[in-house]
């Protein structure tokens, strides 16, 4: 089943059927002269999936988004888009494309209105010559609308953004991406500096992207956050793949043991438990 989605110029775009490959990445790599950032990654983006990579601080995940993003080329390996192979050379190549990536500091103005940040650089426009004015009428209604069909209910768009919640400003960033023609949302640790309840507004926000028919890459540290809403499971540790899983391959437990080093943490465990006194028992 196709879905149907409205984008800012008005144009309905059909997308395709889930699970149709958007982006596909084959034994990509990047390298910083001598030093190698990132090998031998596998993985896709489909229609209406979740694609979460996860691994800990410097494991390359920042590498691997910036690649996916436009910012960085790659080194090694294929990129491909639609089935033709890309090699990006700035973000705006991969916006035309339909690749938009919001990073975790959302690159919003707290002291503007919702409907400001959520239209900022791209306003919308009326009238003619010296006449020609912002359009606030339509970008109000535009902005609630699109907020609305994203799940979050925001009937005063003219408040200050910097007073949401953390998860309802990434839901205004999630839903503009989508509005402005997005058919691949990169999310960048959106729930790193959330509590459990606000994580848990942004998980829904991606699973009404993922059902609106985009392709969602989820990037996180916490596979508690990735397994509800994921579809495949990327997972980094040191710059290379651990390997990539789709969801009926792979189960909480062993998401959550590799990525906690599994033996290792096992190991480690043992020498941390407290030497009891002999004849003592552990209450």
């Known amino acids: 089943m196709s879905h149907l989605t409205e984008t ?5 775009v059909e997308l395709p059927p889930p699970g149709t490959p958007i982006i596909e990445v084959t034994d990509i790599g990047k390298s910083y002269g001598s030093v190698i950032a990132l090998r031998d990654v596998t993985t896709s983006v489909k229609t209406g999936e979740v694609t979460c990579v996860l691994g800990d601080n410097g494991a390359g995940k920042s590498t ?14 294929t990129f491909e888009v639609d089935g033709e192979a890309r090699h990006f050379s700035s973000p705006r190549e991969a916006l035309e494309l339909g690749i938009a990536t919001v990073y975790q500091d959302l690159a919003v103005v707290p002291l503007m209105p919702v409907w400001r940040n959520f239209f900022l650089g791209s306003e919308l426009r009326k009238g003619w010559g010296p006449l020609r004015r912002l359009d606030l009428k339509r970008m109000k209604e535009i902005t609630r609308s699109e907020l609305l069909r ?8 003219d408040q200050p953004i910097g007073t949401l919640s953390g998860g309802e400003r990434q839901c205004v960033a999630i839903a503009r991406a989508v509005y402005f023609g997005a058919r691949v949302l ?11 309840r606000q994580s848990g507004v942004v998980l829904k926000y991606v699973a009404a ?8 890459v989820l990037i996180t540290h916490n596979p508690h956050h990735a397994y509800p809403v ?13 390997g990539d899983f789709p969801k009926s391959e792979l189960s909480l437990d062993d998401l959550v043991s590799m990525m906690a080093g599994g033996a290792e943490l096992e190991a480690l465990s043992h020498e941390l ?3 009891l006194p002999e004849g003592e028992v552990e209450s």
């Open 186 to 196: 990169i999310l960048d640790e959106p729930t790193a500096a959330l509590g459990v």
């Open 8 to 12: 800012h110029d008005n144009a309905v």
């Open 64 to 77: 691997f988004i910036k690649i996916l993003a436009g910012a960085h080329g790659h080194s090694e390996g």
């Open 209 to 216: 992207a993922r059902d609106r028919g985009l392709g969602v």
């Open 273 to 275: 438990q407290r030497q």
């Open 150 to 157: 994203m799940g979050i209910d925001l009937r005063d768009v």
């Open 230 to 242: 994921g579809d495949r499971f990327m997972l980094l540790r040191r710059g290379r793949s651990m």
